[in-house]
């Protein structure tokens, strides 16, 4: 199986997802909203790349049947009925609603990725889940890290090398590629002081100054929220397990 690992979605191209299992990652904090939602009752997530596609879906829905949610700058965007702090998709809030999600990152990533043959959600929250996915599918993987602002992000490589070092069961194979090896060997390093690590990391540190703290604690919850969002018909839904490997 080959496995690469994009350590932000920078210049990904349809060849690079194409036919492949491609696991997008944005650990703080659109995967982990996403996860959450699609947990707590939502029906489905519409991830899109900016204002203007968000408009434009919820423009031809009925005003009950969604919500829509996203951030600029981690901040609620000005009209949106939720921010992207995962806390605020509780149950009373998601329940049967569509959610269209608008972030700086992690759903312009995703809609980078829509060409793959399976397109999955990934976070600490739902780690096992997809390494299980990984395996069962037994498909070249691509592995998108959001990244943030155009740059490499501590908490999305963490999470990329630990989906490897399951996935490989804590033992590089001798040839990987560079950014494999990268992702592997930093979550290797710091794999019993991740939340120490994070917090001190670029976002991390964001996430304090505006006030989403306790959102750092909660995406850093590994295997938490065992749910697999997947693409399907343009919106990401939960995929059941009799249904993993179709
Ligand atoms: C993003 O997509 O850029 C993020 O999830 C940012 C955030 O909400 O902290």
Redo the contacts with the bound molecule.
């Keep these: 199986m080959n496995v690469e690992v994009f350590l932000t979605s920078n210049n990904l191209t349809e060849d690079d997802v194409k036919g492949r299992t491609v696991v997008v990652i944005?650990v703080?904090?659109?995967s982990s909203?996403i996860a959450t939602a699609l947990t707590n009752g939502a029906r489905a997530v519409v991830a899109v790349p900016d204002m203007a596609h968000a408009s434009k879906i919820a423009s031809n829905m009925d005003q009950q049947s969604y919500l829509l949610g996203g951030?600029r700058d981690?901040i609620k965007i000005d009209g949106y009925h939720l921010g992207?702090s995962p806390r605020e998709y509780t149950p009373e809030t998601v329940q049967g609603r569509t959610i269209i999600l608008n972030?700086?990152?992690?759903?312009?990533a995703i809609t980078k990725s829509r060409a793959a043959r399976h397109l999955l959600v990934g976070s600490f929250l739902n780690a096992d889940r997809i390494v299980d996915f990984i395996r069962d599918a037994g498909l070249d993987v691509t592995i998108v890290c959001?990244g943030?602002r155009n740059r490499v992000s501590l908490e999305d490589t963490l999470c990329a090398g630990l989906l490897l070092y399951r996935l490989w069961e804590g033992k590089e194979p001798a040839v990987v590629s560079d950014t494999a090896h990268i992702a592997f060997t930093l979550y290797a390093n710091d794999k019993d002081n991740i939340e120490a690590k994070v917090r001190c990391g670029n976002?991390g540190q964001n996430?304090i100054d505006i006030g989403f703290e306790e959102d750092i604690t909660y995406c850093l919850k590994t295997d938490s929220i065992p749910v697999l969002p997947h693409y399907h018909e343009n919106q990401l839904v939960l995929l059941q397990r009799e249904e993993e490997g179709k």
């Design positions: 944005d703080l904090r659109a909203t951030e981690g992207n972030t700086t990152n992690g759903t312009l959001a943030r976002h996430l």
